[in-house]
């Protein structure tokens, strides 16, 4: 009976929090993500059933930069820090990791953005819009957080969307403009 009332419980803060990507993703308009996003939902019932699914390095593209994938691989320990923190539900460390994580994509992206924009990435824009987009959803789900403290519900998020978004950004937006970059810089 408690297993089931977990599970209930655990449903319950996925579909909140789901509730809540969907409206940051009606207001961004992002297709992509809102594919993720049930991508996602997929995932949260395999975790849900099957336990944890963190991060691992095999799971992260080596794009054509080593800088870049040295913050990348830095983001998966934030990322899986933050798991640990949510399974031991210290509501203090799971905010503290959330502050993180966003301070640090931050500097991430802004470096990224930086460098398309010395070489003059055509696709500078549209890369720009989803470190924008995924900055605006973190700082969404740190608000939410904040006022419901609620574990399941950052659990769900990073199952559910920041594990995929993250390792489909790398394999996808970062590799190409990695390999842009890197061809740029040997003709120049
Ligand atoms: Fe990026």
């Known amino acids: 009976m408690r297993i089931?009332?977990?599970?209930?419980?655990?449903?319950?803060?996925?579909i909140r929090i789901h509730l809540l990507i969907f409206s940051v993703l009606f207001y961004?308009?992002?297709?992509?993500?809102f594919i993720l996003?049930?991508?996602g939902i997929i995932r949260i019932i395999i975790y849900i059933f099957k336990g944890q699914l963190l991060i691992t390095q095999d799971q992260l593209t080596m794009v054509a930069i080593p800088s870049m994938n040295d913050m990348h691989l830095e983001e998966m320990l934030l990322i899986n820090a933050l798991h640990e923190a949510v399974k031991?539900?210290?509501?203090?460390?799971?905010?503290d990791k959330l502050e993180e994580l966003l301070k640090e994509s931050k500097i991430h992206f802004s470096k990224e953005e930086e460098m398309m924009e010395e070489a003059g990435y055509?696709?500078?824009?549209?890369?720009?819009?989803e470190h924008d987009r995924?900055?605006?959803?973190?700082?969404?789900?740190?608000?939410?957080?904040t006022?419901?403290?609620?574990?399941?519900?950052?659990?769900?998020?990073?199952?559910?969307?920041?594990?995929?978004?993250?390792?489909?950004?790398?394999?996808?937006?970062?590799?190409?403009?990695?390999?842009?970059?890197?061809?740029?810089?040997?003709?120049?």
């Open 122 to 129: 055509p696709e500078f824009f549209t890369h720009k819009g």
């Open 37 to 39: 996003t049930n991508i």
């Open 134 to 145: 995924q900055l605006h959803e973190l700082a969404h789900i740190i608000k939410y957080f």
């Open 28 to 33: 961004s308009r992002s297709l992509n993500l």
């Open 88 to 95: 031991s539900r210290d509501f203090k460390s799971i905010k």
């Open 147 to 188: 006022e419901r403290q609620d574990p399941q519900a950052i659990a769900a998020y990073i199952e559910g969307n920041l594990n995929s978004w993250t390792i489909h950004h790398i394999q996808t937006m970062d590799a190409e403009m990695a390999t842009f970059l890197q061809s740029h810089s040997t003709k120049a």
């Open 4 to 14: 089931i009332l977990n599970y209930f419980g655990e449903l319950v803060s996925c």
